[in-house]
C-alpha cells in the first residue's frame, strides 16, 4: 500500500531520530569517561550541532537531517501539513518494486511516452527481489548518490558506499537480461556532492584515490565531478562485451531536489530513447 504524505515525512523523522538518539548515547558514555577533566571544551548547541553533522558519515545520518532540525518547530505543531518541499526531503527505504507511471512532459503526454517506472531497493536483501522482473524493459536507470564517497553502508558498515555502488552497477551491467538495454546513469546528490567535496576529499574513497586535486572552490568541483564521471563510464566500458557498447549509454548530472532539472533530464532522457527507437542515433 503506498505510504501517504504525512506517514512519509514522519518516518524520514523517524529515521533521523534513531540516528541521533544512537549518537546521543555514545556521547553520554564519552561524557562518562571524561568526567570532570578541564581539557574539553564546554558543549553548547553549536558545538554539538556541528559535531553531529561531521560525523553524519559515520552515524548514518541521512542528508535530509539538517533540513528537518531546521523546520521542528514547524513540524510539531498540532495543526502541521507538509509543504512540498518537506516531501521533496523526506526519505523512505525502498522494499520490494514499486511501479510508478508517468510522462517527461507532464500531464498533457503530448508527444511523449508514458514510462512505467519501476523503484526498486538498492540494499542487498532487496536485490534478489527484483533482478528476475526486468526481461525486456527498455531502460535501466541507474541512480548513484555521488556524494556519499564518504560514507558506509547503512547494513554493513565495514563497506563504503560508493564502492558498494561500483560493484552493483558492475553487476547490473554484466545481467544477461539487460544485454541489449539503454543504460541511464544519473549521478545523483550534485548539491551535498558540491558541498562536501570542499571539506572531504575525494581520496577517502578507495576507488578515488588516484585523484589529485586542483586550485580549490568552483574549479575543482567541477574537475571532481569529471573524475567521477569518467570512473563510471570506465566501469560500464569494461563490463560490456563488445557487441553490447552500442546499447544507449547516458549520463546525466541530478539533483533530486531541483524539479526543473529533474523535468529536463526526464525529457532528455525521452527523447534519447525515441531517437534510439527510431533509428536515428544516441
Known amino acids: 500500500m503506498p ?4 506517514e512519509i515525512v514522519m518516518k524520514s523523522v523517524y529515521f533521523l531520530c534513531r540516528a541521533i538518539l544512537s549518537y546521543l548515547q555514545e556521547i553520554g558514555e564519552k561524557l562518562s569517561e571524561i568526567g570532570g577533566r578541564l581539557d574539553y571544551p564546554l558543549l553548547n548547541k553549536e558545538l554539538v550541532q556541528d559535531e ?8 548514518q545520518v541521512p542528508d535530509c537531517a539538517h533540513y ?19 516531501v521533496l526531503h523526506a526519505r523512505v527505504r525502498t522494499n520490494g518494486v514499486v511501479e510508478i507511471q508517468f510522462s517527461p512532459l507532464g500531464e498533457s503526454k503530448r508527444g511523449g511516452e508514458v514510462y512505467r517506472l519501476y523503484d526498486v ?17 527498455d531502460a535501466v536507470i541507474f541512480c548513484a548518490a555521488i556524494s556519499e564517497y ?25 545481467q544477461r537480461c539487460f544485454e541489449k538495454t539503454s543504460f541511464m546513469l544519473f549521478l545523483n546528490k550534485f548539491d551535498i556532492f558540491e558541498r562536501k567535496i570542499q571539506k572531504v576529499p575525494l581520496t577517502v ?28 563510464e570506465e566501469v560500464y566500458f569494461q563490463s560490456s562485451k563488445p557487441e553490447r557498447v552500442d546499447r544507449v549509454f ?29 533509428g536515428t542515433g544516441t
Open 205 to 232: 574513497c578507495e576507488w578515488f584515490k588516484d585523484y589529485e586535486p586542483i586550485a580549490p572552490g568552483k574549479q575543482d568541483v567541477e574537475h571532481a565531478y569529471e573524475f567521477v564521471k569518467k570512473k563510471f
Open 150 to 174: 564518504d560514507q558506509l553502508l547503512f547494513e554493513d558498515e565495514t563497506q563504503n558506499r560508493m564502492m558498494e555502488t561500483k560493484e552493483l552497477f558492475d553487476w547490473v551491467l554484466k
Open 52 to 59: 553531529t553533522y561531521s560525523c553524519g558519515s559515520v552515524l
Open 3 to 6: 505510504y501517504s504524505i504525512i
Open 68 to 86: 528537518f532540525m531546521d523546520n521542528l518547530d514547524r513540524l510539531a505543531e498540532a495543526d502541521y501539513v507538509p509543504t512540498k518541499e518537506d
Open 250 to 278: 547516458k549520463i546525466y548530472r541530478t539533483t533530486a531536489l531541483d524539479q526543473k532539472l529533474v523535468k529536463k533530464t526526464f525529457k532528455l532522457m525521452d527523447e534519447s530513447m525515441r531517437r534510439s527507437r527510431e
Open 121 to 137: 531497493g538498492g540494499q542487498r536483501n532487496e536485490r534478489r527481489k527484483w533482478i528476475h522482473l526486468f526481461e525486456g524493459v
